[in-house]
């Protein structure tokens, strides 16, 4: 029997990080929180990349330029804050950012991970930055790290 399970298995690479601006208030915690989780995985300043793009819309492209850079980076992890009270085509945005991610995803072979939080106020968004709903940033880097490894054994 095969069994590949990368849970709390390190490995070392690059991080690419794209950013949304639109709430920058969420935006910026949960990169806060992405950064020191990194750090304290052991990834240096010099192993991080940050892109900040205006809104979650942007993200997809970004990310797929950073894929471009072939072999650059282990992962890259997209943070933004989709909040329905804000907008009124919030269906929209949660479409293009997700299916967006993915399809760089699949199509550029690299764990694009996807820490986009869709919430319906700020309020929702902030308890997920570091409240009583986790830190989605810090996932994201657990989630990135993990997939790395277990992407390395899957060749
Ligand atoms: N972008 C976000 O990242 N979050 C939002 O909540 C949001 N709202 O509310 O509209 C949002 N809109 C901007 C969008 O991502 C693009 O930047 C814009 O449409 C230009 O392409």
């Given at each position: 029997m095969e069994i590949i399970n990368s849970q709390s298995i390190n490995v070392h690479c690059r991080l690419a990080f794209v950013v949304s601006r639109f709430n920058e208030?969420?935006?910026s915690k949960l990169l806060?929180?992405?950064i020191e989780r990194a750090k304290e995985k052991g990834f240096a300043?010099?192993?991080?990349?940050?892109?900040w793009v205006p809104g979650?819309?942007?993200?997809?492209?970004?990310?797929?330029?950073?894929?471009?850079?072939r072999n650059s980076y282990g992962a890259?992890?997209?943070l933004g804050a989709v909040i329905r009270g804000?907008?009124?085509?919030?269906?929209?945005?949660?479409?293009m950012v997700s299916?967006?991610?993915?399809?760089?995803?699949?199509?550029q072979n690299i764990p694009v991970v996807f820490g986009v939080l869709t919430t319906?106020?700020?309020?929702?968004?902030?308890?997920?930055?570091?409240?009583?709903?986790g830190h989605k940033g810090k996932e994201a880097v657990d989630t990135a790290i993990e997939m790395v490894a277990t992407l390395r054994r899957l060749v």
């Open positions: 208030e969420v935006t806060e929180g992405a300043n010099s192993d991080i990349t940050v892109v979650a819309v942007e993200i997809p492209i970004a990310a797929q330029r950073l894929a471009l850079r890259i992890i997209c804000e907008t009124t085509h919030y269906d929209y945005v949660c479409n299916s967006g991610c993915s399809q760089v995803a699949i199509h319906e106020n700020e309020e929702q968004a902030l308890e997920r930055c570091g409240g009583k709903h």
